[in-house]
């Protein structure tokens, strides 16, 4: 007890535990499985239950498997959740002719903006790994029976002004066509929108955001926001 004190007391800090995400539908939860699994993530328990669905738990780093943090959760909307999403969608009429006006703007706004609303990032090390990536899920959507359908890939190029890395996704084959741009410079970000993952008060898409940072930035996508 003394020597987790002692080192509370020095500063060590936190790291990041756990998120736990929800699937919609109990035959969504493989599929949601998946779709953590070709992103990377590493799945380290399935969990049967009784009510017929699947508890997961993944972690981001294999150095992550037995401890504390670095981990993802994936089960189904509880039931009291989903009702309750249920309930707001009927109250504001969602996708129907009197669909209240905040739904749309708030879908709108999304549409603009996929960091609008709660998501979760993750970074990785490789560019050349991302770009591969976003090759594989773009296959996936338009051609997987389980996923076609399923994803819409958004890309944000960095806010330009440096010579090497605007040459280097000018280059890429999934970069280099991109007119988007983060709130920063010396980094990309991916965002994955599925409906194989829910969010927010209507039980929406979620959307999953993979960075990469270029090495040797001062300043970065993640470190620095940036307006241009």
Request: aromatic fraction near 6%; hydrophobic fraction near 45%.
């Amino acid at each position: 007890m003394a020597e987790t004190e002692a080192a509370m007391n020095a500063g060590t800090g936190y790291t990041m535990g756990h998120i736990a995400l929800h699937y919609p539908e109990k035959d969504d939860g493989p599929v949601a499985a998946r779709l953590l699994e070709i992103i990377g993530l590493r799945q380290t328990q399935v969990l049967p239950l009784a009510d017929g669905s699947n508890f997961y738990r993944f972690v981001v780093d294999d150095r992550h498997h037995d401890r504390g943090d670095g981990i993802i959760y994936l089960s189904q909307v509880p039931p009291a959740q989903k009702a309750l999403h249920a309930a707001i969608r009927e109250a504001l009429a969602v996708d129907t002719d009197a669909e209240h006006a905040a739904v749309r703007d708030m879908r709108e706004a999304m549409k603009a903006d996929p960091e609008y609303s709660f998501h979760v990032g993750l970074l990785t090390h490789s560019l050349e790994e991302l770009e591969g990536l976003v090759s594989t899920l773009r296959d996936l959507a338009a051609n997987d029976p389980a996923l076609k359908g399923r994803l819409n890939i958004v890309i944000n190029r960095p806010l330009p002004g440096d010579a090497e890395v605007d040459a280097r996704l000018d280059a890429s084959p999934v970069f280099g066509g991109v007119t988007r741009h983060a709130y920063g410079r010396n980094g990309v970000q991916v965002f994955i929108e599925t409906d194989l993952l829910v969010s927010g008060p209507l039980g929406d898409n979620m959307v999953l955001e993979i960075d990469y940072v270029f090495p040797n930035a001062a300043s970065h996508i993640l470190s620095v926001v940036d307006l241009g």
